[in-house]
């Protein structure tokens, strides 16, 4: 368990836990021996619905699954609906039967996980009833297939409240006095159920969180964008009012982190990952065609059809979400795995002796040996905090953090509300300080929720710049000069920026700052070093995911390389978002021409240094491109988020946090 969890601070509710408050003074305690030690990896996804983790977890799931990782999904509601389980263009009866359709979803799940594992889509699975805390049930199946195995949990609260047809998860979410009945699929093991209350969900989450001690959690959204549309267009998308997604998945991330920020109160080490959802359909889509064949694939089973012969009663899967639907639903929500928090989940300073990332909700510090090993993280607190830090390292040789911290997350009409934080080291190589609040560029605990996480870069003399993305989708920033005070937050505008910053110095000392945008690389930069940043009219083409700048010779192609993935139709998809990604890498100087080309073929963000590029190919594997030579990485952990390339020496070295929630090393 981590040293000294509870050791800073006063406390405020989260979810009936205490959270320290972000101050945290004295040497940072060492992992005990018990979370030092290898764990063997597990992950556990918390969903609203049945589908969620298709939709918008895979292709990661999968990749965790296909190297031996178990999983462990927990589905929050019935999925049961209106219970009309029909495909959208049929004209026949309307067949309203809750219990059917949320069994037929179960059904679904199991033919999609078996197909995943290399069975038969029908094949038996292991039907149980699990005891939860509270003296809550739930039904419970397994299966295994050389030694890789899928639990599925079914807690089946109903999607809607007993009186007044309100949303369930929303609702009981708000308000204290709620009882949200559960849904008893047909065919199921569970033959009787308890209501939940608020603090009973949070409860039987977080006792499952401890059975299982993942080492990955993955969730949905808890703080989707701000989305403005006319009720018809919100009904027609799916979307909650004012927000980019559906109202039970914002309610099920919520539950999930109220959950686990109390598993993390108890000391426990782990990684943890919130994905977007609806917000998939409101951008470009980053999944080329082949990734995207395969990820829609698998919901091929889940989906089915009437005239499967699964033996379920219920029926044999979500009819509306089988066969090629979810590729030509316009809505587009499979083309693309987009996270709520995304950067490098190590951050590795230019000394390359030390890392820093978040564990167990708390930022830690781990030491590299000579050997490319790693030790034991030291804690240094500010739970509970985003996946992704940012960093900033002084002319002195200080490391200075930044974080955004989940300062309050309280429903029943409590405070929800983030902060950005920040931990600065006394001197080089020795302890750190109190966390100490930079506050949140937004003004109210609503739009305070939207921003992302921080993105720091030291400029020549000593100034830090601190960026983040802000409520109206443009960039907020704050600068620390040389003597160590700070300006106010400042609006640099964008207002259609996708979360995931980057920013670099160039030749000249100036400061670069880059967003992909909806049909555009937005960017931000100064006239001479000392000048406030300001937007740049840009020609570049459109990327759909965060940008890899690279710094390059003064005059040399404006100073500044891009490397990013983009459209495999650039013209299509500013008109249609459906257009695939393109599988090839661009790479552009700031005036939008072609810089030097780089092979690798893949998906997602890329890292560059030292002239060399790292990103994954078509299946998750690492991958690096080094002079022309195309090198992968064959063995080790599945990477979790972006990994950090460092360069030193003239050496690679590829870094970076597993699913096992241990940093990694990989030396091509």
């Known amino acids: ?93 309307h067949v309203y039967d809750k219990a059917a359709y949320s069994s037929a979803r179960h059904q679904g799940l199991r033919q999609a996980y078996a197909t995943l594992l290399g069975l038969d889509k029908y094949a038996p699975w292991e039907k149980s009833v699990a005891e939860l805390r509270g003296g809550h049930r739930a039904e419970v199946n397994r299966l295994q297939h050389r030694g890789r195995s899928v639990e599925l949990v079914f807690l089946n609260t109903a999607m809607h409240t007993p009186l007044g047809g309100r949303m369930g998860l929303p609702s009981l979410w708000e308000d204290h006095s709620l009882r949200l009945p559960v849904v008893i699929a047909e065919g199921s093991p569970l033959t009787e159920a308890t209501s939940y209350t608020y603090d009973e969900l949070v409860d039987v989450l977080a006792g499952l969180l401890a059975d299982h001690s993942p080492t990955l959690v993955q969730t949905l959204d808890p703080d989707p964008d701000i989305q403005h549309s006319s009720p018809a267009n919100r009904a027609h998308d799916s979307e909650q009012p004012g927000y980019s997604d559906h109202a039970d998945h914002t309610a099920a991330a919520s539950f999930a982190w109220a959950a686990l920020i109390r598993h993390a109160e108890q000391g426990h080490a782990f990684l943890a990952t919130a994905y977007r959802a609806y917000y998939n359909r409101h951008w470009p889509k980053n999944l080329p065609a082949g990734v995207l064949a395969e990820k829609a694939a698998h919901l091929v089973p889940y989906g089915g059809a009437e005239d499967w012969q699964c033996g379920n009663p219920g029926g044999c899967g979500d009819y509306n979400v089988g066969g090629k639907r979810p590729l ?130 030291t400029a020549p003399g000593g100034r830090v710049h601190l960026f983040v993305r802000n409520a109206d989708r443009g960039v907020s920033t704050r600068v620390r000069e040389a003597d160590g005070t700070w300006s106010r937050w400042r609006d640099l505008g964008g207002g259609d920026v996708q979360e995931g910053l980057s920013a670099v110095v160039d030749g000249r000392g100036r400061v670069h700052v880059f967003a992909a945008g909806a049909d555009t690389v937005h960017h931000w930069t100064q006239d001479a070093p000392d000048k406030p940043l300001a937007p740049v009219a840009s020609r570049l083409p459109l990327a759909v995911d965060p940008v890899a700048p690279v710094a390059l010779g003064e005059g040399e192609g404006s100073g500044v390389q891009l490397l990013y993935r983009t459209s495999a139709d650039p013209a299509k998809a500013r008109k249609d978002p459906g257009s695939p990604a393109s599988p090839h890498l661009t790479s552009v100087h700031l005036d939008g021409s072609a810089a030097r080309s780089v092979t690798l073929d893949g998906y997602g963000p890329v890292a560059a240094a030292g002239g060399q590029v790292l990103g994954t190919d078509e299946q998750g594997r690492l991958q690096l491109a080094d002079a022309g030579r195309l090198l992968k990485r064959t063995s080790g952990p599945v990477p979790v988020g972006v990994p950090t390339l460092y360069f030193r020496d003239g050496r690679p070295l590829a870094l970076g946090l597993g699913v096992d929630a241990a940093p990694w090393s990989w030396r091509p």
């Open 1 to 93: 368990m981590l040293g000294g969890a509870a050791a800073a601070g006063l406390a405020v509710t989260v979810a009936g836990c205490g959270v320290p408050a972000p101050g945290r003074a004295g040497k940072p305690a060492q992992v005990g021996a018990l979370a030092a030690a290898p764990r063997d990896p597990l992950l556990l996804q918390i969903l609203a619905h049945p589908d969620d983790d298709l939709y918008f977890m895979n292709p990661d799931t999968q990749h965790a699954l296909d190297s031996g990782v178990p999983l462990v999904s927990v589905y929050v509601t019935g999925g049961e609906a209106n219970g009309d389980n029909r495909v959208t263009s049929d004209t026949g009866p």
């Open 328 to 457: 030509t639903n316009w809505k587009g929500w499979v083309r693309s795995t987009h996270y709520r928090h995304p950067g490098a989940r190590l951050l590795v300073p230019a000394d390359g002796a030390h890392a820093y990332g978040v564990l167990g909700l708390r930022a830690v510090r781990w030491k590299r040996g000579a050997d490319d090993s790693w030790g034991a993280p030291e804690d240094l607190g500010g739970s509970p905090l985003a996946p992704v830090l940012g960093g900033a390292t002084l002319p002195d040789g200080r490391q200075l953090l930044f974080a955004l911290r989940f300062s309050s997350l309280q429903g029943r009409a409590g405070a929800n509300t983030r902060e950005i934080i920040l931990l600065e080291q006394a001197a080089p190589e020795g302890e750190f300080g109190a966390w100490k609040g930079l506050g949140n560029p937004e003004r109210g605990d609503d739009r305070g929720r939207r921003i992302g996480p921080p993105l720091a870069v």
